[in-house]
């Protein structure tokens, strides 16, 4: 049952720092082994969100405050209906790495069993998608990090190839204090200067050149002699095909694309070849790309060419995103995805599941769309024609924001279940509001693998069920009873659907996690201690070896060119989570961070005749933003950055390129072709940031 206070953990992101909330929604820093006591500004401030007054409390269908037993009836019946008229695929569901493993697999099995569409995919696959094939590649197994966090305390080197954590995950900084760190960003962020301050070093890259940087640290150590050729020999397969590539790649080429002095890249090897323990972790700077997959490959050939991954001390890693963005992958969300992190194009995973939801295997529908192309496949003959959305704002996080704002208006029907009236909820056709996460019961799985409880502190505001309780009436609504009821129940199911599978949760209950239990998946019994180090003794493909993958460079889907000439990336502020449409309804976040901005070099502004402080116009082929100039005498005059936190004219994703990644179908979020436009006013550069002063006084446009 509920306790008050509860013991919880942040709502945010996948570091899940833990937290005590009060009866009255107020936040305490809990000791946990990823935060040690410590919480970011948005975690202690996740309490303001409880009693908002922008709070969504009751039902709204086409614009009126509606009854739940009218608005459930209403979207039942238009859904039987589009479903009666253009079949089953003409209605898609879109959920989200927030939602606990509870949410996330009931959602899936919603949709497979009662809608019986293959149109659901979530939003991880602007996320995690590249890292999570990558991983599944080499190793046979995706687990975001295959060690726990405190593992890092220890290590000497940490190469972080596109992570921004000092803003993305403060707490996680405290485990890598003893580290020499090797920062990988066209930013000289605040992570980039911690590595600049404890002497490591920042690589500074053109976005979207990671893989050729990869490649030149790898031809680097293997001319060096740092490969490891026992472990390349005892543990692997396929490194003589990735040589074949990479050999062609001596540093001094790969500077020439990447821009990463070659002298550097022999440092980092040489502090990689001199040190026992070693650590090259990935996040989204290195993985939202066009190539993400192949560029992730790259940064694992290196490790396993050097011999981390399943060493102990060492290893390779990617930082997951959201806060259940490791769970959200595992429980069928996916569009090619069933419970336990299956495939659904497996005959035995779909008669495994079938067998636990009761159904005929051969009617479990799928593989699905992806994401984007599910969205793009609104209007046209055979695509969806109503959209469920549980846990995104897609309209405010979605490439090519102006495109998706029209797919999303072409729709027949757009369902959005939230709590806050995000930029998506308030031109949906349907709004049903739900529980907050100090709410309700449930799980989620950290960045680790380490499975936790949410505890609810206070009851939700009169009338406003959990997302559990509408997906289930939803279920009946259209004649299907039968759905577990409460969260206990729910994750039940879901350990026994995960049997067996490479996530397997079957060990896991609520029981051993409230009796404090730590359990890292797979834990495929109750007697079984969890598994917090993958890969020790042997990878998870057949032959127990990880493989080396041969790739090459391929450039950015769209390069500067004489009308768009600057690269423009995107990425976060400390202060705002993701869409903003939680933090940018804290105040005291906003007074932080009230709009956005765009990073410039002070000699392209001021060719551009831009002034620091003024507005600008970021403009793309698809789209322009809005934004405030800041002068940044430390990044690369070819670049510029924006954070992708707000909405309506100031939203980033106006100008991003809707490519996919072949593979992962990830969106490349962090590469398009841009031009700067003043939006009024003009003058000099001032110089923002003097955190590095000497590359700030070479800097000729600095005031
Ligand atoms: N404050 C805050 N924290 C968050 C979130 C949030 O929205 N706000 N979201 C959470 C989620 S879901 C996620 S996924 C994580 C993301 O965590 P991070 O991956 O750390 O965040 P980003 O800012 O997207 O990207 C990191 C860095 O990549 C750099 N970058 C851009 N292009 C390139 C490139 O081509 N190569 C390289 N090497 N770097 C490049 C950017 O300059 C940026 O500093 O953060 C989580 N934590
Ligand atoms: N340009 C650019 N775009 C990006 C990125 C980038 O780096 N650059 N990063 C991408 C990444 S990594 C991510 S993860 C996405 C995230 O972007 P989104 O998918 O938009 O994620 P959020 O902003 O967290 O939106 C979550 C929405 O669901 C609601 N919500 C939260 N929890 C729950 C819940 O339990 N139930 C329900 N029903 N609703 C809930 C929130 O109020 C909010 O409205 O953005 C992607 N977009
Ligand atoms: S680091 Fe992440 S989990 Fe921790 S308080 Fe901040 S947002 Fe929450
Ligand atoms: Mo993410």
């Known amino acids: 049952m509920a306790r008050m206070p509860a013991d919880t953990h942040c709502p945010y992101c996948a570091l899940q720092c833990g937290m005590t909330v009060g009866a009255d929604g107020e936040v305490t820093p809990r000791e946990f082994p990823t935060n040690r006591g410590g919480l970011c500004q948005k975690g202690w401030t996740a309490g303001s969100l409880l009693a908002h007054p922008d709070r969504l409390l009751s039902p709204v269908v086409d614009g009126r405050v509606s009854s739940w037993d009218a608005a ?6 238009r859904l039987r209906e589009l479903q009666a008229l253009h079949g089953p695929d003409s209605v898609a569901v879109l959920g989200g790495g927030g939602l606990t493993n509870e949410k996330a697999y009931l959602l899936g099995r919603f949709a497979r069993v009662a809608l019986r569409t293959s149109q659901i995919d979530y939003n991880g696959r602007f996320c995690m998608s590249s890292a999570a094939a990558a991983g599944n590649r080499a190793f046979g197994l995706d687990r975001g990090l295959p060690f726990p966090v405190t593992d890092l305390d ?7 190839a596109g992570a921004n954590v000092a803003e993305t995950m403060p707490p996680l900084m405290g485990h890598l204090g003893s580290a020499r760190l090797v920062v990988v960003d066209p930013r000289l962020t605040p992570t980039a200067e ?5 002497g490591g070093l920042h690589l500074q890259p053109v976005p979207g050149t990671d893989l050729v940087l990869a490649l030149g ?7 060096s002699g740092a490969v490891d050729t026992d472990y390349l020999s005892s543990r692997t397969t396929g490194f003589d095909d990735a040589w074949r590539l990479a050999a062609q790649w001596w540093p001094e080429r790969a500077e020439r694309v990447c821009g990463v002095a ?21 996040a989204r700077g290195a993985e939202q790309h066009a190539h993400g997959v192949d560029t992730v490959t790259a940064w694992i050939n290196l490790a396993l060419a050097l011999g981390l991954p399943g060493t102990p001390g060492s290893g390779f890693g990617t930082i997951t995103g959201q806060g259940n963005g490791q769970g959200g992958r595992e429980h069928g969300q996916k569009a090619d995805q069933l419970p336990g992190y299956r495939r659904i194009d497996d005959p035995a995973a779909r008669a495994h599941v079938a067998g636990v939801w009761g159904v005929d295997p051969a009617s479990i529908p799928g593989p699905g769309r992806s994401a984007v192309e599910l969205i793009d496949a609104i209007g046209t003959p055979g695509g969806p024609r109503a959209l469920l959305v549980f846990g995104s704002n897609l309209r ?6 102006a495109r998706v704002a029209s797919k999303l208006d072409a729709l027949d029907l757009l369902v959005v279940a939230d709590f806050l009236p995000g930029e998506t909820a308030r031109r949906a056709d349907v709004v049903l509001p739900v529980a907050q996460w100090a709410e309700e019961e449930g799980t989620v799985t950290n960045l680790e693998g380490r499975v936790l409880r949410r505890r609810r502190a206070l009851p939700p505001p009169p009338g406003v069920p959990t997302d559990l309780d509408v997906i289930t009436d939803l279920a009946a609504e259209l004649g299907y009873g039968g759905f577990p009821t409460t969260p206990r129940a729910v994750f039940d199911e879901l350990r026994a659907a995960s049997a067996g599978g490479p996530a397997d949760y079957s060990g896991i209950t609520y029981e051993r996690l409230d009796a404090g239990e730590s359990l890292h998946w797979p834990c495929p019994s ?5 598994t917090p180090r993958l890969f020790l003794d042997h990878f998870a493909h057949p032959d127990g070896r990880a493989r080396l993958v041969a790739v090459d460079h391929v450039p950015a889907a769209e390069l500067p060119d004489d009308p768009y000439p600057l690269r423009a990336t995107t990425g976060r502020v400390l202060v705002h989570y ?5 933090t940018r309804r804290v105040d005291e976040l906003v007074s932080i961070s009230p709009e956005n901005f765009v990073e410039v070099h002070p000699d392209t502004a001021a060719r551009a005749g831009l002034a620091d402080g003024g507005w600008a116009h970021v403009e793309s082929r698809r789209g322009r933003v809005r934004a405030r100039v800041r002068c940044v005498a430390t990044l690369r005059p070819d670049t510029v950055f924006l954070p992708f936190h707000f909405g309506d004219d100031q939203a980033a994703n106006l100008i991003t390129n809707p490519a996919l990644d072949p593979v992962s179908r990830m969106p490349e979020f962090k590469v398009a072709a841009v031009r700067l436009e003043p939006v009024s006013g003009n003058g000099r550069c001032s110089d923002h940031y003097r955190s590095r002063p000497a590359e700030a006084a070479s800097a000729e446009g600095a005031a």
Do not use: E, F, K, N
Request: aromatic content about 4%; hydrophobic content about 45%.
């Open 396 to 401: 405010v996080s979605a490439p090519d924001s």
């Open 154 to 160: 220890d290590a000497d080197v940490v190469v972080l």
């Open 217 to 223: 640290l790898l031809h680097a150590a293997v001319v």
């Open 526 to 530: 109750t007697d079984h201690p969890g």
């Open 262 to 282: 070659a002298a550097d890249m022999r440092t980092v090897v040489s502090w990689l070849a001199g040190s026992s323990r070693r650590y090259v972790l990935t």
């Open 578 to 582: 993701q869409s903003g449409a939680q």
């Open 72 to 77: 459930l009836s209403y979207v039942g019946g």
């Open 194 to 198: 911690r590595a600049v301050g404890s």
